[in-house]
């Protein structure tokens, strides 16, 4: 059993200070970030421009009181509204740097923070995901799911993107499924997309393979994409665009249909998820059942020396709510025993927070998905631009397909998949989506940093979700040797269990990770197996049925350990009590130095974590306070304003991807896992495992 008696609640990472919190309440907190005085109210960034008297202007995003107008503390700061967002009760300003201790000062302001940058980050995958055997054995395909990608907008026409279909669910608007084009870049009507990033994520989604009959068709080739454009021709545009677009989502749910949210770009992690705004708004969004699913990033490489690098999580993908997608790659071929984690996507643990990321991981690398004539990823990759099989398609006369690498790819793998499981099973809640994710993925060898809970099964997950949804009195539960049978509670591996539909934890009203739910109650997730390998549990049984019933294994005096219980063991781990179920700081170190993965101090002010070698600070990619306090995120531009991820630049692969269907004929999803057995240790270069934190690492009994 694993205790940490001597460190702080604050500091403890799975907490239940930390992940107990609930958006609503922080939202309505009190002042919160960095500064003195008038500028208590400021987020590091701003903190740090009020502190220097820099000339210029700032864009904020103010988060305001309840009933309390600012308009003539706006006027007496000079600060001019640029919009409004509901969903966090706040405005978007421009003021000058001089003025913002004097608005901050405003009794109707609450906090501050800057808006920051954000940019963007079939085929084989779709087959090796089982998403092509679900559409084959159920028939489904994802109809009348709306799909809202904020991300660069969608073209005009792709003949992947029209329906032959007859399902009265699906909106067909101007002959395409894109049933809601809403412009927050330049205003425009009619949909477009001048970057074309988009346009390949909504085709990974819910393309239809038309140019290549059916071969290249995505995850759920007949949900209806809402196309929310936030990005410019760049590929870069800033967060409160990103939150104008949550704004409009949360408003609009329920006439669109929305159940799912693709966040394929992403931003800098400067201050915890319990205050950044756009992860705020993310959380609005969940609470109204609502799957948000975000790329982790494609930070995974130091940049200099190639190798791995840990704590590269962007936001929103930071928080706990946020369903968030590292990549793989499935090396070109149909078998899931090659596959291996992609360097370049991002690992954890989160920036500010220490929570464990990614959930889980999807196929990333060489993804084959629609274009746009004309775009800046069209004319920018010529080599990697695919032609279709029919000469009668509209884009005959050009290249109808593209192939791009990234997290931004995989991201909307999970997005389809969602789509698939919501089909199957209309009451799914955003944690137990996550969970049934979780528990149906497959693990292969590497770190809960790494792969989170494994590589994405969308067979498994969608016959999970269909069973929790039909299941009778004396139906088996459903299980796989293959499945990792595993949930990431939080910075707690769950395993010894099978999912309860009914247990407080999948309750919107539970914030993932939670110790507690919504009553104060401990948390249940379902019932543990009486076998390791969780088999032949019998729905409508007496264990089935049981109230609650705790995963986890029991301690050596035979008591089953309550997470929560808050005795003497405050950070108590669930499951199988091995060395390594503490996820964030996993097992021992081999070597003095554990190369790549040293936890220290930051020199500066020795507030934050720093994730690299003692000595050279080699592979930090946040945690060193720089002049003006913003954390390290490689890629970033000179004054570290700028971060920039979406496709990486890193393993672009073109693979063979077919045009024609023939070679989808006759093949069996369960096949493609050649037996039991995960891809070997050495497939790829083998990532450091986490270090352990020690009484070394703390400094007046804290972190």
């Known amino acids: 059993m694993t205790r940490w008696r001597n460190i702080p609640a604050a500091a403890l990472l799975a907490s239940a200070c930390l992940f107990g919190f609930a958006a609503n309440a922080a939202a309505d907190s009190g ?48 600060a001019q509204r640029k919009a409004h967002f509901g969903i966090i009760n706040g405005d978007l300003v421009e003021l000058p740097n001089v003025q913002l201790r004097r608005l901050a000062g405003s009794s109707c302001v609450r906090s501050m923070h800057w808006d920051r940058p954000t940019s963007g980050e079939m085929n084989y995958a779709a087959i090796v995901e089982g998403a092509r055997a679900v559409q084959q054995v159920y028939g489904y395909d994802g109809a009348g799911i709306g799909v809202a990608v904020i991300d660069s907008g969608v073209t005009g026409w792709h003949d992947d993107l029209t329906y032959t279909g007859n399902s009265p669910k699906v909106k067909v608007v101007n002959g ?123 930070l995974g490489k130091n940049p200099t020396t190639g190798a791995p690098q840990y704590g590269g999580i962007t936001s929103p993908g930071n928080a706990p709510w946020v369903l968030t997608v590292g990549a793989y790659s499935h090396q070109g071929t149909l078998t899931r025993t090659d596959d291996v984690m992609a360097g370049y996507s991002s690992r954890g643990p989160t920036a500010v927070d220490f929570a464990a990321k990614p959930d889980l991981v999807a196929t990333g690398t060489g993804i084959a998905s629609l274009s746009v004539p004309g775009s800046v990823l069209y004319l920018a990759n010529p080599t990697y631009l695919l032609s279709g099989s029919l000469t009668s398609s509209l884009l005959s006369l050009t290249k109808p397909y593209l192939s791009l690498t990234g997290t931004s790819m995989s991201s909307p793998m999970v997005s389809g998949a969602v789509a698939l499981m919501l089909q199957a099973n209309p009451k799914l809640t955003p944690n137990m989506a996550k969970a049934v994710l979780q528990y149906t993925a497959e693990r292969y060898n590497y770190d809960p940093l790494t792969q989170g809970a494994g590589f994405l099964n969308v067979k498994g997950a969608v016959d999970l979700a269909r069973f929790l949804y039909r299941a009778k009195s004396g139906d088996i539960y459903p299980t796989s040797a293959t499945w990792s049978k595993t949930i990431l509670w939080g910075n ?151 971060i920039v991820w979406g496709t990486a630049s890193v393993e672009d692969a073109l693979f063979d991807d077919p045009d024609v269907p023939s070679v989808f004929d006759g093949v069996i999803f369960d096949a493609l896992f050649g037996g039991t057995d995960p891809a070997p240790a050495d497939a790829t270069l083998a990532d450091p495992q986490p270090a352990v934190l020690t009484e070394s690492t703390l400094v007046g009994g804290g972190l």
């Open 31 to 78: 002042n919160s970030g960095p500064g003195k005085g008038g500028g208590a109210k400021l987020d590091g960034k701003l903190a740090g421009r009020a502190e220097r008297g820099l000339p210029g202007l700032s864009r904020a995003i103010v988060v305001l009181n309840r009933d309390c107008d600012p308009s003539s503390d706006y006027r007496n700061a000079n």
């Open 176 to 298: 395409q499924r894109v049933s809601k084009f809403v412009d927050f870049v330049n205003g425009r009507l009619t949909p477009y997309d001048d970057n074309g990033h988009g346009t390949h994520v909504s085709g990974i989604i819910a393309g239809n393979g038309f140019d290549t009959q059916g071969a290249r068709a995505g995850i759920a080739p007949a949900a209806n994409i809402i196309s929310l454009k936030v990005l410019n021709a760049n590929a870069a545009g800033s967060i409160s665009q990103v939150i104008a677009a949550m704004d409009w989502t949360l408003a609009n749910a329920v006439a669109q249909n929305i159940r799912v949210v693709n966040l394929s770009v992403g931003a800098s992690v400067t201050e915890s998820y319990n205050t950044d705004p756009l992860t705020v708004a993310a959380k609005r969004l969940v609470d109204q059942g609502i799957v948000v699913v975000a790329a982790a990033g494609n």
């Open 492 to 642: 707690h591996k769950l395993t010894g269990g099978v999912i309860k539909p009914a247990g407080s934890a999948w309750a919107v009203t539970t914030v993932w990770g939670a110790a507690r739910d919504a009553e104060g109650d401990n948390i249940v997730w379902g019932t543990n197996c009486r076998t390791a390998e969780c088999d032949n549990i019998v729905w409508g049984t007496a264990a089935m049925d049981a109230d609650n019933i705790v995963w986890g294994t029991f301690d050596r005096e035979g008591d089953n350990i309550v997470w929560g219980t808050l005795r003497d063991a405050d950070n108590i781990v669930w499951g199988t009590m091995r060395d390594a179920d503490n996820i964030v700081w996993g097992t021992t170190c081999g070597g003095a130095d554990c190369t790549g993965i040293i936890w220290g101090l930051a020199q500066m002010d020795q507030d934050n974590i720093v994730w690299g070698t003692a000595r050279d600070w080699d592979n930090i990619v946040w945690g060193t306070a720089l002049r003006d306090g913003d954390n390290i995120v490689w890629g970033t531009a000179r004054d570290w304003d700028n």
